[in-house]
């Protein structure tokens, strides 16, 4: 069973410092893995996906990277605003005709203005 | 309003009643998922909707739990009997496709409190 461990639980940063999430995954055998954003009293907002293939993904202040082989998925977030405060979570699938997603628990951040 | 639609976006109800929950896909999505996040933890996947393909119910915790999907668009979880664990936020989320490949859009979710 895919295990699916994002550290840390909490972040707490002051504005204009980079946000680094870490994402890890114990079967490393997977199609792709998604970043989504979470909101307090919101749904899930799908950031990037990046597929087993790709190391890196790009969008804006964001950028993700994947390492398969070691189970692991960064986020990067530059020059983070108070508007990023939420939760984010990493999410894999397992291959191209498993559409359930593995979740991990989220890391939490807070940047303070 | 294109997104994904859940109602209500709060229950509370007292144990051993039965609660339903409902989730508005987006237009054209042919693919609806139901996920359950507890407190702390990470989404639970309950059941996918692909079509007119049979549901995958293997994520449902207990058989007091059920779906349904009409028409291919609207759907329908049900719980019965409810006990305190059921407590949650339940997430709907819907693709235009089967296949991981493309992104699941998630509605609100209906938080839901077992008193």
């Known amino acids: 069973k895919q295990e699916v461990t994002q550290i840390p639980a909490a972040l707490s940063v002051p504005e204009g410092e980079n946000l680094v999430l870490n994402c890890s995954f114990t079967d490393s055998a997977i199609y792709n893995l998604q970043w989504f954003r979470q909101d307090p009293g919101k749904g899930l907002t799908s950031l990037l996906l990046i597929q087993s293939s790709q190391r890196e993904q790009t969008s804006g202040r964001l950028n993700a990277s994947l390492d398969k082989s070691s189970g692991r998925s960064t986020l990067y977030i530059a020059a983070s605003q108070p508007g990023d405060s939420a939760t984010y979570l990493c999410a894999v699938s397992r291959n191209p005709n498993d559409y359930k997603l593995s979740f991990g628990a989220g890391t939490t951040v807070t940047v303070r203005a | 309003g294109a997104g994904v639609s859940q109602s209500p976006s709060n229950k509370v109800t007292e144990k051993g009643k039965d609660v339903e929950l409902r989730c508005d896909p987006i237009?054209?999505?042919?693919?609806l998922y139901w996920y359950r996040q507890s407190l702390g933890q990470g989404l639970e996947f309950l059941i996918y909707f692909q079509g007119n393909s049979a549901p995958d119910k293997s994520g449902l915790p207990s058989d007091r739990f059920s779906a349904e999907r009409t028409g291919g668009s609207v759907s329908t979880l049900t719980i019965q009997r409810t006990q305190q664990e059921d407590s949650a936020v339940y997430l709907c989320?819907?693709?235009?496709?089967?296949?991981?490949?493309?992104?699941?859009?998630f509605g609100p979710g209906t938080r839901l409190l077992v008193l």
């Open positions: 237009s054209g999505h042919t693919a």
């Open positions: 989320a819907s693709s235009l496709s089967a296949s991981p490949l493309g992104a699941q859009y």
